[in-house]
T-cell receptor, first 113, second 112 residues
């Protein structure tokens, strides 16, 4: 138990669906991250928020839309995804910004049909 | 940005000591070496961080030579539950424009 929770843990969606992934951290951290991990590929950083402001958008397609309403919550809104977007989506948090030790959630396993 | 190189995979047996070496030839003066562990279908977990010489905690030891161009993660007496992917990262003391890069890591398989 790392203090970072993610829901849902598993999600199956069609290409025309709209869904959202939720992440919550109970560590009092100021920075939160979304990563994507495809099968047999390295972790890919998608978004970084520091003090609720987005500081990094790593060339992610617009069908992924992040939202950070406060420093404890992070969402990833999904719409019109493609099958190649199927992956493990991981949320992490750190005390401050980039460079700090990151604490990861258990991930959401997403399957796009 | 210091790039890291580590073996893609390693095999070991229960009870053995496992040493995973990471090369980071262009590490900067203010960079730290950080290791994470990831079990299948879970997020990575921080296990140890060091700057120079030796660091030890309840999970592992980290050995860093004087030139800091490499580091070795040492897992004493591994068990089956140590089967995981281990990532070596070089992290600046102050993040700035640093982008965490996990790479492919080292896949450790511990056999009975």
């Amino acid at each position: 138990e790392t203090g970072v929770t993610q829901t849902p843990r598993h999600l199956v969606m069609g290409m025309t669906n709209k869904k959202s992934l939720k992440c919550e951290q109970h560590l009092g951290h100021n920075a939160m991250y979304w990563y994507k991990q495809s099968a047999k590929k390295p972790l890919e950083l998608m978004f970084v928020y520091s003090l609720e402001e987005r500081v990094e958008n790593n060339s992610v397609p617009s069908r992924f839309s992040p939202e950070c309403p406060n420093s404890s919550h992070l969402f990833l809104h999904l719409h019109t995804l493609q099958p190649e977007d199927s992956a493990l989506y991981l949320c992490a948090s750190s005390q401050e910004g980039l460079g700090e030790t990151q604490y990861f959630g258990p991930g959401t396993r997403l399957l796009v049909l | 940005l210091a790039k890291t190189t580590q073996p893609i995979s390693m095999d070991s047996y229960e009870g053995q000591e496992v040493n995973i070496t990471c090369s980071h030839n262009n590490i900067a003066t203010n960079d730290y070496i950080t290791w994470y562990q990831q079990f299948p279908s879970q997020g990575p977990r921080f296990i140890i961080q060091g700057y120079k010489t030796k660091v030890t905690n309840e999970v592992a030891s980290l050995f860093i030579p004087a030139d800091r161009k490499s580091s070795t993660l040492s897992l004493p007496r591994v068990s089956l539950s140590d089967t995981a992917v281990y990532y070596c990262l070089v992290v600046p003391r102050q993040g700035g424009s640093y982008i965490p890069t996990f790479g492919r890591g080292t896949s450790l398989i511990v056999h009975p």
